[in-house]
């Protein structure tokens, strides 16, 4: 059977490169607005209920406003933004850490940021290994392209600078969903930064063995990691023989790689992520996600 999928924000960042993954699929039909009608409400509210899945590349504001527009049980949601990240009826679309994305109407995509952070650090509180109460920080850097249209035309059109922080008043929109779905009680400080690139993205945990459970090793928190992901095709953990990593990693591809490093004493931990901003960070688990919903072949149209 075809699933129609219809896109909401198609010639965005995120939408166009959904649209690349999923050209050529035969067992969906793929529905985009033409340029006249792509932000008249009365179109997208006939598209969307027509849809089987609508996938919304939209600012938080209209992807909710989307949502208000379904009058139908049959239509599923997965929204890309970060209006539902927490959101009470909402599955968080991260399958690998166990939310039945598969069986769910209402699916809210990861923001790029917590999807490198809650695969390092969620694990390791779910296993026992790192309390709930751990007051942890979290360095991010990003491409470009992570803040859309605005921020690529900002970059390539002469406004740039090789590495930027931001984020400097600590109320980062990301935080909330990284709290809660690491299953924190504490919100890490979280330090996000933009490198004059396209896309990319190194996400960075470091971690003092006092805040762990006594005795935890490198060999241990790797482990962890490793069962977590064990038959998870998009991710990756690495054997740490690594002497350096690069924001071009796993830029251009659906896949996440996870590193843990500790120092020679075992006092002191780095956990290390790389993945796409546009890939697993966004395009990428949107189709694996919608590939879940559908039936489809779960790898269908990923970039490996
Ligand atoms: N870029 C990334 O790496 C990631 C993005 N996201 C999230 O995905 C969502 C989309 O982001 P991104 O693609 O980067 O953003 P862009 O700004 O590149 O694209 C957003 C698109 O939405 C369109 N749009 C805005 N308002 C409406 C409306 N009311 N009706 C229909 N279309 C509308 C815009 O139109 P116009 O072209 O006219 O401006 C634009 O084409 C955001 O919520 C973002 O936070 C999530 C993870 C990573
Ligand atoms: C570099 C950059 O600006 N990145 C974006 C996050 C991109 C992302 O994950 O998007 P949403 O959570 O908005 O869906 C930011 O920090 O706001």
Redesign the pocket.
């Known amino acids: 059977m075809t699933a129609t999928v219809f896109i ?10 959904i649209r690349e993954r999923l050209a050529g699929r035969r067992d969906l039909s793929v529905v985009t ?1 033409p340029e006249e009608q ?4 009365d179109a ?1 509210r006939e598209a969307i209920n027509a849809a089987d899945v609508v996938i ?8 909710r ?2 949502v208000a527009l379904i009058d139908n049980p049959r239509t599923r949601v997965i ?5 539902h990240r927490v959101a009470e009826g909402w599955t968080y679309g991260f399958p690998e850490l166990g939310f039945d994305v598969a069986v769910a109407t209402r699916v809210t ?4 940021y917590p999807t490198g952070f809650l695969a390092l650090v969620e694990p390791l509180v779910r296993a026992g290994l790192l309390p709930a109460d751990a007051a942890l920080a979290v360095h991010g850097t ?2 470009y ?8 035309a900002e970059f390539e059109g002469g406004n740039s600078s090789a590495h930027r922080a931001y984020a400097l008043g600590l109320g980062h929109k990301h935080v909330p969903e990284m709290t809660q779905h690491a299953g924190l009680s504490v919100a890490p400080i979280f330090m996000p930064s933009v490198a004059n690139i396209h ?1 990319g993205m190194v996400i960075e945990v470091p971690i003092h063995a006092a805040q762990l459970a006594p005795g935890t090793t490198a060999d241990q928190l790797r482990a962890t990691l490793a069962e977590t992901f064990a038959n998870a095709p998009l991710v990756r953990v690495a054997n740490e023989d690594a002497k350096l990593i690069r924001i071009e990693d796993d830029a251009a591809t659906d896949r996440m790689t996870l590193h843990v490093f500790g120092s020679p004493g075992g006092d002191q931990f780095r956990l290390v992520a790389t993945l ?3 890939g697993k ?3 990428g ?1 949107a189709v694996q996600n919608l590939n879940l919903m559908i039936g489809a072949d779960p790898m269908t149209g990923l970039v490996t």
């Open positions: 909401d924000g198609a010639v965005g960042t995120t939408g166009l490169e607005l792509r932000k008249d409400a997208r919304l590349c939209l600012p938080d504001d209209a992807a406003e989307a929204d890309a933004s970060s209006a995509n990861p923001g790029c990003s491409g392209s992570g803040g859309g249209k605005g921020m690529i896309r796409d901003n546009l960070g966004a395009s688990a």
